[in-house]
Structures are given as C-alpha cells and as structure tokens.
C-alpha cells in the first residue's frame, strides 16, 4: 500500500473508532409507554432528550491512588485478621480435642483404679512400679 493512501486511510479509521466514543446518548418514550436508552436518535421525529455525558473527575491521579491504597492497607489488615482469627479457632479446637482425649484417658484410669484392689502395684511411664 501507498504511502500516500495509507495515512489517510489510518486517520479515517481514526476518526470512525472515535466518533463512536462521542456519541452521544439519547432518552425517549416509544409507543407503548417505555423509556428508551440509544446511542441513535428514534426513527421518527418524537420529541428527545439528549443526555449529556457525565464530567470528568474531579479528583487528580495521585489522590485516587492515595485513596486506593488505603482502601488495599483496609483490605490486607482485614484479611490478616480473618487469618489469625481462623488459626485461633483451628488452635483451640486441637486444644478442646487434646483436652478431650486427656479426659478419656483419666476417666480409665480412675475406673481401672477403682475396680482394683488397693494393694495392686501399679507400672509407671518410667518402669517403675507404685502402689496407689
């Protein structure tokens, strides 16, 4: 291709991608009573509102990325939270198991204590015996 038609050809298509952007936004009521939203004016000549396209923002870059980093500071000491919060839980619920499991164990051995006679020698974790 030409160089000479093919700036022109990029300007146009420039122009045609463009154009669409700035389109505006039309609102109307069609026939049975409904509102319309188009970026086209209604086929026909009904009376439209033209709806103009909302200002830019007002607030520079540097206070938007302020403000997104405190709302990500806000969102990372949340989720830390949920963590700790969630390993306490998974904390103490080992507890509550070794601590039922520690019960189970106490209860046979003062069953086992009790169904014995008193003079019976008893054989402790370290090898030794013991009476009770």
């Known amino acids: 291709m030409p160089r000479k038609t093919f700036l022109p050809s990029i300007l146009l298509g420039l122009f045609l991608v463009t154009s ?26 009904r009376p439209v509102k033209p709806i103009a396209p909302p200002p830019p923002p007002a607030e520079n870059t540097s206070q938007i990325q302020q403000q997104t980093q405190k709302l990500q500071e806000q969102l990372d000491n949340i989720a830390r939270e949920r963590n700790e919060k969630k390993q ?15 019960c189970k164990v106490a209860r046979s051995n003062l069953k086992s204590m009790q169904e014995k006679p008193p003079n019976t020698l008893w054989g402790l974790p370290d090898g030794s015996y013991q009476r009770f």
Do not use: L
């Open 20 to 45: 669409q952007a700035f389109a505006g936004m039309y609102r109307w009521t069609d026939d049975e009573g409904d509102v319309v939203y188009s970026q086209t004016p209604p086929p026909d000549n």
């Open 88 to 102: 306490k839980q998974q904390e103490a619920a080992q507890e509550k198991k070794q601590k039922a499991e520690k």
